[in-house]
């Protein structure tokens, strides 16, 4: 369990880092809420995985907790307030 809660605070940190670097136009919020919310979902959903799926599935734990995560951060996205660089079409 101890190598899974790695891997999901290494997953949720790339999630979240990722988002808030390469995305930071989609995410007004502070960088570090989109980091925290990616690690904290990882967590917390790696954890709800390994108990669903029991100890002998790292694989899949880690792919919900990769899934959910990524989920959770696309909910902070807030593509109406991108810059100006990307006009919208109507």
Known sequence: MVVELIA??????????????LLADLFPAPKIVTVLTGLCSALLL????????????????????????????SVLARPDKRSAHHPRHA
Not at 8 to 21: D, K, S
Not at 51 to 69: D, K, L
């Open 46 to 73: 790696g954890g709800i995985a390994h108990t669903a799926f029991g100890a002998g599935h790292p694989v899949e734990t880690v792919a919900c907790a990769a899934i959910g995560s990524g989920l959770l951060v």
């Open 8 to 21: 999901f605070t290494l997953v949720g940190l790339a999630i979240g880092v990722g988002a808030a670097v």
